[in-house]
C-alpha cells in the first residue's frame, strides 16, 4: 500500500522558535494532502488542505499565519509552526489520498509530537 | 454540515469473543464513503474498513466486519476473535464522494483487549 513518511516524529523546541514538519509521500503522488492536530485522548481535527502549487485552503478557526503550510512538489508537503507556544504543544499527523483503485482511502504519516517549553 | 458520532467512549472485550463498535453519522448525501481506522498507542493511524455507499453488500476484513445500515445512517464494526493486538482508538469516519477528499471523524471508542 501507499506510504507516507512524516519527519520529524518528535521535536522538542523553546518558545518563540519556529519548527517544521515535514509529510511526503513515498511512493505515489499527492496533489493533496492533509493536516490534523490531535489533543490527548481526542479525535483528530482537520487543520488545513495543502494543494501542490497553490495555496493551502485552511479550516475555520486556524491561524494561517501562525502554521504556515507549502506544497511545493507532488511528494512534499510542510507545515511550518511560526512563533511557537505552549499552547501549540499537540500532535500534528498528516494524510494523503491513494492513487488509483485505493484513490479513496486516506493513509497517514506516523505523526510528529511537538513540545514548545 | 456531515457529522459522525461515537457513542460509545470506552468499550472492553474478552480475548477470543466479539465486540461491536456504533457509529451514526449525518449527512444529505447520497454518494459518500465510510471508513473505521484504528490508533494504536504508537498513534499511527490505520485502515480497518472501508464502504463505499453505493453497495449494498457490507464490507469485511478477515475478522473485521461491518453492519452499514444507509437509510438508518449507522455504520457499526463488528471484531471476531477479538486479539490482544487489537486494542486501540476507533475512529469511524465519514468521506464525501465528490469534492473536497477530507474526513470527517468522530470522537472515537478506546477498545481495551483483557487476556
Known amino acids: 500500500g501507499a506510504v507516507v513518511s512524516q519527519h520529524p516524529s518528535w521535536v522538542i523546541c523553546k518558545s518563540g522558535t519556529s519548527v517544521k514538519i515535514e509529510c511526503r509521500s513515498l511512493?505515489?503522488?499527492?496533489?493533496?494532502m492533509f493536516w490534523y492536530r490531535q489533543f490527548p485522548k481526542q479525535s483528530l481535527m482537520l487543520m488545513a488542505t495543502?494543494?501542490?502549487?497553490?495555496?493551502?485552503?485552511?479550516e475555520q478557526g486556524v491561524e494561517k499565519d501562525k502554521f504556515l503550510i507549502n506544497h511545493a512538489s507532488l511528494t512534499l508537503s510542510t507545515l511550518t509552526v511560526t512563533s511557537a507556544h505552549p499552547e501549540d504543544s499537540s500532535f500534528y499527523i498528516c494524510?494523503?489520498?491513494?492513487?488509483?483503485?485505493?484513490?479513496?482511502?486516506?493513509?497517514f504519516g506516523a505523526g510528529t509530537r511537538l513540545s514548545v517549553l | 454540515a456531515q457529522t459522525v458520532t461515537q457513542s460509545q467512549p470506552e468499550m472492553s472485550v474478552q480475548e477470543a469473543e466479539t465486540v461491536t463498535l456504533s457509529c451514526t453519522y449525518d449527512t444529505s448525501e447520497s454518494d459518500y464513503y465510510l471508513f473505521w481506522y484504528k490508533q494504536p498507542p504508537s498513534r499511527q493511524m490505520i485502515l480497518v474498513i472501508r464502504?463505499?455507499?453505493?453497495?449494498?453488500q457490507n464490507a469485511t476484513e478477515n475478522r473485521f466486519s461491518v453492519n452499514f445500515q444507509k437509510a438508518a445512517k449507522s455504520f457499526s464494526l463488528k471484531i471476531s476473535d477479538s486479539q490482544l493486538g487489537d486494542a486501540a482508538m476507533y475512529f469511524c469516519?465519514?468521506?464525501?464522494?465528490?469534492?473536497?477528499?477530507?474526513?470527517?471523524f468522530g470522537k472515537g471508542t478506546k477498545l481495551t483487549v483483557n487476556p
Open positions: 494524510s494523503a489520498p491513494g492513487q488509483g483503485w485505493v484513490k479513496n482511502i486516506q493513509y
Open positions: 511512493d505515489f503522488q499527492a496533489t493533496t
Open positions: 469516519a465519514y468521506r464525501f464522494q465528490g469534492g473536497s477528499e477530507k474526513l470527517v
Open positions: 495543502s494543494n501542490e502549487g497553490s495555496k493551502a485552503t485552511y
Open positions: 464502504q463505499e455507499a453505493y453497495k449494498q
